[in-house]
């Protein structure tokens, strides 16, 4: 069964853009959560997704959004880019909604400059 | 605020040697910890967790040991290997979170041959 993918692995936009990153979760998993990990801030939640509905989000701004597909891939979005925003954005997948194990994909990496 | 602190940041190990992580909660809502491996330029893959319900748990060389009125919990890894070099997390998830993790800041362990 492939794994989690994520695209694209490597993204360099400019301050003031916006960008779009991709999750194509495991086959039959329905839930997707994003999560931002930086040197500095670790890991931190972004938003989950199960069923198309957004179901939990951390404690960013509102410049971090994001959606699921009916197929359960999801996207996020980060408009007005900040410096900041650099950083390694991973997907994690699973089969439902609370209590289950995680999957996570390689990430994608951003870099603002 | 950060909710799971992890020690110690770093950690050397000689080959075979016994390498112990910690971590601590404070939200008393949280009742799933799981503990990821992270390997460079690899997204976090799932170790083994636990529950409050039983004080220890162990899979292979990982054993997580749990106390519930201390809010601790930690990982174990018996005769470290120079592959299990790596960064570890522990997180944790509470009630009606859906799958949001609350991740420690992490430990970067090196085993030396």
């Known amino acids: 069964k492939a794994g989690v993918t994520q695209t694209p692995r490597y993204l360099i936009k400019t301050r003031g853009q916006q960008v779009t990153l991709s999750c194509s979760p495991i086959?039959?998993?329905?839930?997707v959560s994003w999560y931002q990990q930086t040197p500095g801030q670790g890991l931190q939640f972004l938003f989950e997704?199960?069923?198309?509905?957004?179901?939990n989000k951390g404690n960013f701004p509102g410049r971090f959004s994001g959606r699921q597909f009916s197929n359960s891939r999801s996207e996020m979005n980060v408009s007005t880019l900040e410096l900041g925003d650099s950083a390694l954005y991973l997907c994690?997948?699973?089969?439902?909604?609370?209590?289950?194990?995680?999957?996570f994909g390689p990430g994608t990496r951003l870099t603002v400059l | 605020q950060q909710q799971v602190k992890q020690s110690p940041q770093s950690l050397i190990v000689q080959k075979g040697g016994i390498s112990i992580i910690n971590c601590a909660y404070e939200?008393?809502?949280?009742?799933?910890f799981p503990w990821y491996q992270q390997f460079p330029g690899k997204g976090p893959a799932l170790l083994i967790a636990?529950?409050?319900?039983?004080s220890e748990k162990k899979e292979g060389r990982f054993t997580i040991s749990f106390n519930k009125s201390a809010k601790q919990f930690s990982l174990h890894i018996m005769d470290s290997q120079p592959g299990d070099s790596a960064t570890y997390f522990c997180?944790?998830?509470?009630?009606?979170?859906?799958?949001?993790?609350?991740f420690g800041g992490g430990t970067r362990l090196m085993v030396k041959p």
């Open positions: 636990i529950r409050p319900d039983v």
């Open positions: 997180a944790a998830s509470g009630n009606n979170a859906g799958n949001m993790l609350t």
């Open positions: 086959s039959g998993h329905r839930s």
């Open positions: 939200n008393t809502a949280f009742d799933y």
């Open positions: 997704y199960f069923s198309e509905t957004q179901r």
């Open positions: 994690a997948s699973s089969t439902g909604w609370g209590y289950n194990e995680q999957f």
